[in-house]
């Protein structure tokens, strides 16, 4: 077994009795892999710490949607923050996740390996917030790069401390998110504080790291000329390593899932940016020097 494949374990006994759940297959959004669903919750909690376990809430094939070329964009659930315009609200809660194997993960990156480098594609790691489990996505990126695999991270930058300078170096491409250009939008917005996604997009910099942002225009919402500006100036502290923003504009296909699961949704009337709107948001960002799609 190559040290790519190799699965460290976290206590033996955990291995041995979870295993005997491994045959299970599970389908539908995590087909195809072996999930330790026999692990009690101590056990597990000690996984997700060294990485050996994740929690993925599902994964799919895609093109050019998350990062370049053909990708398997993995959704690992956990999230900290709670945007109001969120699409994926049955990811918040790393609970609600199928725990999968490190060994089954990097198994499936090594089977996708000549797609991904044939298209210029490689692995996505999305969520929830892909940052939330650090052990377990930076180890699977290692491996990915020790395959000759391209790596891209889809996350807020909230938790920024949890990735260490070494993690960061497996990173090829980060989409982040900046969800707001001022900590009084950004924290209505999301519940959060802005601070940690401009030091995260700051050290990928450093680190000679490319940045694609993505800002969602919700108005009412994040569409003043004054949040752009500050988003605009924001992007400016990442330099050379911003390759191009791009503006989404709200939609509303997330409603059903917050009807679903019982959340209040804020924004229950809320419209999409008309073309003018998003025109004036481009302009904005073009002005600043930027690509934006
Ligand atoms: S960071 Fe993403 S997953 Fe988390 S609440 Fe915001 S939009 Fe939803």
Redesign the pocket.
Known sequence: MSETTEFRTTTRHMLKRSRQYASQTLMGGLSGFESPIGLDRRDRIEALKTGDIGFVHSWDINTSVDGPGTRMTVFMSG?P???Q?????D??KMRDGRPVYLEAMIKKVERYADLFKATGGGITFS???SMMQPAFVSRVFRAAKEMGVHTCLDT?GFLNKNYTDEMIEDIDLCLL?VKSGDEETYHRV?GGVLAPTIEFGQRLARAGKKIWVRFVLVPGLTDSEENVENVARICETFGEAIEHIDVLGFHQLGRPKWHELRIPYPLEDAKGPSAALKARVTRQFEDHGFVVY
């Open positions: 999230c923050l709670r945007c315009y969120c699409q994926n609200p990811t918040w969520g929830g917030e807020s998110d999301t």
